[in-house]
């Protein structure tokens, strides 16, 4: 089964410098949510959109933006980035079905970025 | 807001049970869950309890909730070596499906 592509898996950039990590949701998901996880720490939400509109919105800085496209990929876009971003950031997507409590989210496999 | 807390570390021997324990501070939480991370990998969602209910088995996990004292645990029985890895649970509440997660507990299984 399809699982949520996340890209690239490694990133490496110096400090001021800017990142774009791309998510692809499950096909025919249509919700998409951001986590960072710094090192030893648990994952903290950042900001989900739902037919490509901001649905939630967390701990995301300034610095930070996120669009879902048309094709519900998403992008999570990183400027001035910190060495304090260093980080796992996850994107999981799920299938919002009225009438149902539960979205389950399918976790991608993360992209390591790294601040130098 | 929510607040979710779990202890860090568990050693545990093959084949026996293992117990991972959390604490959380939203009462309107409306389900919690379990996820598994391995190295280098994503977060896999292992089993879920809805708030109203106090116990869920799903072949060798149990999870148990205790509502009042908001007290969340995970027994794995017959603990594998595939077992071993961080272990965190999380909350969302109806309405908004953000997880709140807790600080993850590593469990490693020793053959």
């Known amino acids: 089964a399809a699982g949520v592509i996340q890209s690239p898996r490694h990133l490496i950039k110096e400090k001021r410098e800017t990142a774009t990590l791309k998510c692809y949701p499950i096909p025919r998901h249509d919700t998409v949510y951001w986590y960072q996880q710094g090192p030893g720490q648990d994952p903290q939400f950042l900001i989900s959109f739902y037919e490509k509109m901001q649905s939630d919105k967390g701990s995301i800085p300034d610095r930070f933006s996120a669009q879902q496209f048309s094709d519900y990929h998403s992008e999570l876009n990183m400027s001035s980035l910190e060495l304090g971003d260093s980080a796992l950031y996850f994107c999981a997507s799920s299938l919002s079905a009225s009438g149902r409590a539960l979205d389950e989210q399918y976790f991608g496999p993360g992209t390591r970025l790294t601040v130098t | 807001g929510e607040d979710v807390e779990q202890s860090l570390f568990l050693s545990v021997r093959e084949g026996d049970s293992s117990v991972i324990n959390c604490t959380y501070t939203d009462s309107s939480s409306t389900y919690l869950y379990w996820y598994k991370q391995e190295p280098g990998a994503g977060l896999q969602l292992l089993t879920y309890?809805?708030?109203?209910?106090d116990m869920k088995q799903d072949q060798r996990l149990t999870v148990l909730l205790n509502k009042k004292d908001k007290h969340l645990s995970l027994r794995i029985a017959d603990t594998q070596t595939g077992d071993s890895a961080i272990y965190f649970c999380a909350e969302s509440i109806y309405g908004n499906n953000r997880l709140a997660f807790g600080k993850g507990n590593q469990v490693v299984v020793i053959p």
């Open positions: 309890i809805f708030s109203n209910m």
